[in-house]
């Protein structure tokens, strides 16, 4: 919004800095931080007076869990609303890529909101049905796949980009929307998965989403796509002012949710940055980087069907619960060993998801 100042500039004075997606990027941050010391504490206790008794805990859980009784849940509106008053106040809202990121942050928001809803107010950990879930995930999912799909150069629409390899592209032609759709709805279930621990999914989130966002900003940039050899995709850029709302959102999100939380982020921030990362690789044509960069998540994820499928085939278990940081809890390890090491992971994979750029 606040972009259109730039328009009041002459040159050389303070209005000619919201031209810039590297300042309003910054601005972006710290107003959404600061969003979050201010409003943290007041919806804490707020969510605490409605709650009541807080998130259920599972029955079948670590022992260790069940001191957290009473921890309100809900904390991803924290989050998305940081998120929201900064990324509209400082992006360019004529740029659509913005608003297909937002569209699923908001989409997958509302998700997650009802079941933790149904979760809170039942007193279960059952909440909504996964396949009502799953459905308005797909639904949501195919509207930003095809919208992307239709922004994205003629060159480049319905193209997977295949990374490290020089200017390769697979044809995917309308198959790139149900591709689209899995990396999105993968992407948001895959984080969900991993929110079991105090403060171990929004760091990772946050890695990975600087990572995103770095990428965004390059490939949004021909001076530099022609350089490192990369596929350009106009306007991307603006993305950057997103993801630096979701760092800033989530730094103040952290402060509360450190151990021993005081808050959880909950399936409403959960499910909604899962999807915005989704989202963020399909529209810069980074799919396959996803998965390094997200590799934590992928393997959240892929330790719950291992688990599952192993069971349901042998009556057997693989891990001594999953997804798998409840394994390495049943192991002995302490929760804040479990989240630090977990974030040292994601910061290697995101290192390794940036090298992909420069790699041709």
């Not at 004075?13 to 601005?27: C, E, Q, V």
């Not at 279960?124 to 459905?135: D, E, L, P």
Request: proline share 4%.
């Amino acid at each position: 919004m606040l972009y259109w100042l730039s328009g009041l500039s002459e040159g050389g004075d303070l209005f000619n800095l919201f031209r810039y997606i590297t300042f309003r990027a910054g601005a972006a941050f710290f107003t959404a931080l600061i969003f979050g010391f201010i409003f943290g504490r007041p919806l804490i206790n707020y969510l605490r007076r409605v709650q009541k008794k807080g998130q259920p805990i599972r029955d079948d859980g670590p022992e260790g869990h069940f001191v957290k009784a009473g921890t309100p849940t809900m904390g991803g509106i924290l989050i998305l609303s940081a998120l929201f008053f900064s990324t509209l106040l400082w992006a360019r809202l004529d740029n659509a890529y913005v608003w297909i990121v937002l569209l699923v942050t908001a989409g997958y928001a509302a998700i997650g909101f009802a079941d933790d809803y149904a979760k809170v107010s039942k007193q279960n950990t059952k909440g909504v049905s996964g396949r009502k879930r799953m459905a308005m995930g797909l639904a949501l999912a195919l509207v930003a796949s095809a919208w992307a799909m239709w922004l994205h150069p003629d060159d480049l629409s319905g193209q997977l980009a295949l990374p490290v390899l020089k200017d390769a592209l697979l044809n995917l032609s309308l198959a790139f929307i149900p591709f689209g759709m899995l990396v999105i709805v993968g992407s948001a279930n895959a984080v969900n998965l991993t929110d079991g621990l105090d403060g171990l999914a929004i760091m990772p989130v946050m890695i990975a989403a600087g990572t995103l966002g770095v990428i965004a900003y390059t490939v949004g940039r021909v001076d530099f796509t022609d350089y490192l050899g990369v596929h350009h995709v106009p306007g991307t850029g603006e993305i950057l002012i997103f993801v630096s709302a979701l760092i800033g959102g989530g730094l103040g999100f952290l402060w509360y949710n450190a151990p021993p939380a005081a808050v959880f982020m909950g399936d409403t921030g959960s499910l909604a940055l899962g999807g915005a990362l989704g989202a963020i690789a399909v529209v810069t044509k980074h799919e396959i980087v996803l998965a390094v960069v997200g590799g934590l998540f992928v393997v959240e994820a892929l330790s719950v069907i291992i688990q599952v499928a192993y069971f349901k085939r042998t009556g057997r278990r693989v891990f001594l619960m999953a997804p798998i940081h409840h394994h390495f809890e049943k192991k002995g390890w302490a929760e804040p060993q479990i989240v630090i090491r977990f974030w040292i992971i994601s910061l290697i994979l995101a290192l390794i998801g940036l090298a992909t750029l420069k790699l041709r």
